[in-house]
């Protein structure tokens, strides 16, 4: 998949496509839907399939620092829209400047203009340009003069209620992980690169991979049973999960801010079991799929400790029952 950065790295030849425009933050079900339906069109009219999306969010450029947390970030965001088949991502860097554009000049000269859409597939309530002005009636009138067809997709449901990235917040802030997977079609996840930590797991027995978050706020926090994967991991004692070359680890994870330590950065610690491989500036992938606990803080490392193996035991005690 092609990723385009800015209105400015378009060439001639990214002239021509079907495409549909939004945050796809977490490309969850409903987001999938429309992918589907895009590839459809896509293979209908011989263009390439471009998914449009903003950096910084609308609600994130608006809200400053009062804004949902992020379910994905741009790169794992990426990878799901890659992984549904789409030929390009047009990243447009959502700024005053770009704020400011009319519904008008947002039609005629970005998308007729710069992609030449020949196809453009909306959610049911898509709206665009200052103020958000434009609407589905006033870009059908548009698709007429300028000579593209247009769809919107119907609210897309799971067991009677809208999904939407709202929902999917819902259920991780819940705990609800069988619901969180059901929505996203997958297990939610994170990825990032090991780096070294101050190694104080390594005190109390719980030697941990650390993950940076690179994001303000997580949209998931406490402890968690995870799975770690990753492409050319050695020494795996458990091949739960074998695709491409991956192979997946059962663990717990701590993510959030260390209150135990006063840690001010939010990180992403994952202690695996019957490990003992490299995983040091290695990308790798960490599935969320029983919530344990909120995270708090304890007086002592001890005390730590002591929940910490309590932890492990309700999360071997997961896995044992997910495999029987």
């Known amino acids: 998949m092609e990723i385009i950065r800015g209105l400015h790295n378009l060439r001639a030849k990214h002239h021509g496509c079907v495409a549909t425009i939004g945050n796809f933050d977490g490309v969850h079900i409903g987001h999938q839907n429309i992918l589907r339906q895009l590839k459809e069109k896509s293979e209908e009219y011989q263009l390439p399939a471009v998914v449009i999306t903003f950096e910084p969010q609308p609600m994130e450029f608006f809200g400053k ?15 799901v829209i890659k992984a549904q088949g789409i030929e390009r991502l047009q990243v447009i860097r959502f700024n005053e400047k770009f704020s400011q554009l009319s519904a008008d000049d ?3 000269k970005f998308l007729v203009g710069k992609l030449g859409i020949k196809f453009l597939l909306v959610g049911d309530d898509f709206c665009y340009g200052k103020n958000r002005q434009g609407n589905f009636e006033t870009l059908k009138m548009q698709s007429q003069q300028f000579g593209f067809e247009i769809a919107n997709t119907p609210t897309f449901e799971y067991k009677s209620q809208r999904v939407s990235s709202t929902r999917v917040r819902q259920a991780l802030e819940s ?21 070294h930590g101050h190694k104080r797991g390594r005190t109390i027995g719980f030697p941990t991979a650390n993950v940076p978050l690179h994001r303000d706020t997580p949209a998931v926090s406490g402890v968690f049973a995870v799975r770690l994967w990753g492409k050319d991991i050695d020494g795996c004692a458990q091949h739960i999960q074998d695709n491409d070359n991956c192979c997946g680890i059962n663990g717990i994870a701590n993510i959030g801010y260390r209150p135990t330590v006063d840690g001010t950065k939010g990180l992403l610690e994952v202690h695996l079991f019957d490990f003992d491989g490299d995983l040091y500036g290695k990308l790798v992938h960490v599935d969320f799929l029983h919530k344990i606990r909120e995270e708090k803080k304890f007086e002592s490392f001890e005390l730590l400790k002591l929940q910490i193996l309590e932890d492990v035991k309700v999360a071997k005690q997961y896995f044992k029952q997910i495999q029987s």
């Open 65 to 79: 620092d009062n804004h949902p947390a992020r379910l994905t970030r741009f790169r794992d965001k990426a990878e």
């Open 106 to 108: 947002f039609v005629v």
């Open 175 to 195: 705990g609800d992980m069988e619901l969180t997977a059901a929505l996203l079609g997958r297990a939610y996840w994170m990825s990032g690169h090991i780096q």
